[in-house]
Each structure stands twice: as structure tokens, then as C-alpha cells.
């Protein structure tokens, strides 16, 4: 185990969780339900979320003012190279790649798309599922298409928990319900319920 490692450990058993990240995803319609679920976490959330949203890809994006005015954990925009922090909500910028280090730290890329957007969900959700393995929540929200479909069996394969909003809560199904009917979801949950339910993993592991 190398010493970021053993330092991620630590950090998650003083904050006693098991569990060290969290990934979400939306597209359309998911500023309004990142807005709902980020801005229900408090400050101390104990673990450091990391978020793909869909946007323009030659606009700058607004979105991280957006949520920093309606959340108590911090907000930033994602940089090459950003180390991880509990209680700290990474966005990926507009037309890259957003993925997370075996060394807690961030990376972006600009490599081809995948299933015709950048950035992805997928790509997140494996990096984070390489990453984290069993330590990973991924939360898949409204949006069209099937992106993050992929990912959350990557982060089934490696133990990690998966939740999917409830397609019929989410303004748009497409990427929940692509979610679901993987078959490797742990739960399907209204809009409004997931960040208390993100609250009681870190308390209470996988039970429940």
C-alpha cells in the first residue's frame, strides 16, 4: 500500500465511513437535480464527490457558480492535476474527460468521445471503480441516451455501491433507466431521497 493510500484510509476511518468517493452523472435536466442533491449534503460531508454533466462543449460553463450558490460543501471547476478533498464537489469543465488517479489526484482529457459525448460518465465511473474499488458510490441522474451504463458495471465489478435515480422522478429516463436495466443497481431512488441516503452510507457502509 503506497502512502496516499494508507493517507485515504485513515482519513476514511476518522470520518468513520467505508467509503471514500462519490461519482455522479446527468445530462438534461441535471442542473436542477445536482442542485437538489448537492445542496442537501452538508459541509462535512466526509468524502469528495466527482461530477460529469453534459454541456456545451465551446461554452464556458456557469454550472460550478450555479451549484457554489446553493451548497454548503465546496464547489470547483476540475483541473489537471486537483488533488481530491473530502467535502469538495469536482465538475468537469466543458468537452473533457474527467477522471480520478489510483493517487487521489484528477486528471482531464480531450480524447475521442465516448457514445458521442465528452465528457463521460463511463469514463468517471471506471476510473473511479479502478480507483476506489468497494470504497465507490456512483450516482446515475436524469439524462438522455445510456451514458454511464457501462460504468456502473465496472463499479459492480469491483464492489462498489450504485444508485439510480428513479426513472419515473427524473426529468428525462434515458440515462437511469439505461442504468437500471443493467441489472447491477443497488437501488432506485426518488430525486429528493438520494442525498440522505448518501448521508446514511457514510454512517452505515452497505446496510440498510
Known amino acids: 500500500m503506497d502512502a496516499s493510500s494508507a493517507k485515504e484510509q485513515e482519513r476514511q476511518a476518522a470520518a468513520g465511513t467505508r467509503f471514500g468517493i462519490v461519482a455522479m452523472a446527468a445530462s438534461a435536466g441535471g442542473v436542477q437535480a445536482l442542485s437538489t442533491v448537492l445542496s442537501a449534503l452538508p459541509s462535512g460531508f466526509p468524502v469528495p464527490v466527482v461530477v460529469v454533466q453534459h454541456l456545451a462543449p465551446h461554452h464556458q460553463s456557469l454550472l460550478p457558480e ?29 468537452d473533457e474527460h474527467l477522471l480520478v488517479n489510483g493517487d487521489g ?12 459525448v465528452r465528457p463521460s460518465a463511463d469514463l468517471l465511473f471506471e476510473s473511479v471503480a479502478a480507483s476506489h474499488q468497494e470504497q465507490a458510490i456512483a450516482v446515475v441522474l436524469t439524462g438522455t441516451g445510456s451514458d454511464g451504463a457501462m460504468g456502473v458495471k465496472a463499479m459492480d ?52
Open 105 to 116: 489526484t484528477l486528471s482531464l482529457s480531450h480524447s475521442d468521445l465516448v457514445h458521442f
Open 157 to 208: 465489478k469491483m464492489g462498489g455501491w450504485v444508485i439510480v435515480q428513479d426513472p419515473e422522478t427524473a426529468d428525462f429516463s434515458g440515462m437511469p433507466k439505461a442504468a437500471w436495466e443493467t441489472g447491477v443497481a443497488d437501488e432506485s431512488l426518488a430525486l429528493e431521497r438520494i442525498a440522505a441516503r448518501l448521508m446514511a452510507l457514510m454512517t452505515e457502509g452497505r446496510r440498510g
Open 66 to 94: 450555479i451549484l457554489e450558490r446553493r451548497c454548503s460543501i465546496r464547489i470547483r471547476q476540475a483541473q489537471e492535476g486537483d488533488a481530491l478533498e473530502a467535502g469538495t464537489a469536482f465538475i468537469a469543465p466543458p
